[in-house]
């Protein structure tokens, strides 16, 4: 039997947060190892742990795999949180696309130099209520399912769930006009596992702070 799947990344949200939330979302248990410095980051490179020099990287079923999005498919692969066929999987790759694009956004605002801050917050609330939240509500109202693809839950599901959580920390108010998703992140939230996972003390990062950039800073010499 395989073991857990070992996660390598700082400890906190950045491009490792979504397959945490997916992992935990499958109900999988998993390890991280934490890059606190330089060094840890140049043992995993010259040990040839990191194909492309950069993390994260997920040991699991004997392999080592980097590329967020090429680890988060084998996880919703492996675990039937990908559809049913091509069609399925083509929504949930659309679908998982346009999550990422706002999360990139919102990820990224931390980083911001303090003049622009004020710019781009205003152009994410923008982008959140007049492009992305709509275009989600908007498929689960032209299906009346309880989910985004099948009536099932897919990893899409669970991607726009972490993300609603994210846009609830800039601002409750961006969801109030959105009564599908906001039920959809209650149904969601419902799920044991993510229940589990939502619960203090869990593997749930918290969201980034001027600590939290300084650590990176540290491990990743950014």
């Known amino acids: 039997m395989a073991g857990k799947p070992i996660l390598h990344y700082f400890n ?3 491009r490792m947060e979504c397959i945490r939330w997916l992992l935990a979302a499958a109900g999988v248990e998993f390890e ?3 890059i606190e410095k330089p060094e840890g980051l140049d043992k995993l490179k010259n040990d040839g742990s990191l194909m492309f020099q950069q993390v994260p990287m997920a040991e699991i079923d004997g392999m080592k795999l980097v590329q967020t999005r090429a680890i988060l498919n084998y996880i919703a692969a492996k675990h039937n949180l990908y559809g049913k066929d091509m069609k399925e999987r083509a929504l949930i790759d659309m679908y998982s696309e346009g999550v990422a694009d706002l999360g990139e ?3 990224h605002l931390p980083l911001c130099p303090p ?7 205003t152009l994410i609330r923008e982008k959140t209520t007049n492009r992305y939240l709509p275009a989600f509500e908007n498929v689960l109202k032209s299906h009346g399912q309880d989910y985004l693809v099948g009536n099932k839950l897919s990893r899409a ?18 969801l109030a006009s959105f009564p599908l998703l906001k039920a959809l992140k209650a149904r969601v939230s419902n799920l044991p596992a993510v229940k589990k996972f939502l619960q203090p003390g869990s593997q749930r990062k918290p969201p980034t702070d001027e600590k939290k950039i300084e650590e990176a800073r540290r491990a990743f010499k950014f």
Do not use: C, Q, T
């Not at 003049?115 to 917050?121: C, Q, V």
């Not at 669970?158 to 961006?174: A, C, F, G, K, N």
């Open 105 to 107: 956004m919102i990820m």
């Open 115 to 121: 003049a622009e801050k004020d710019a781009k917050l």
């Open 32 to 34: 991280e190892k934490f």
């Open 12 to 14: 906190g949200r950045g």
């Open 157 to 174: 599901d669970i991607h726009l769930v972490e993300l609603l959580y994210y846009v609830e920390e800039l601002d409750p108010s961006l």
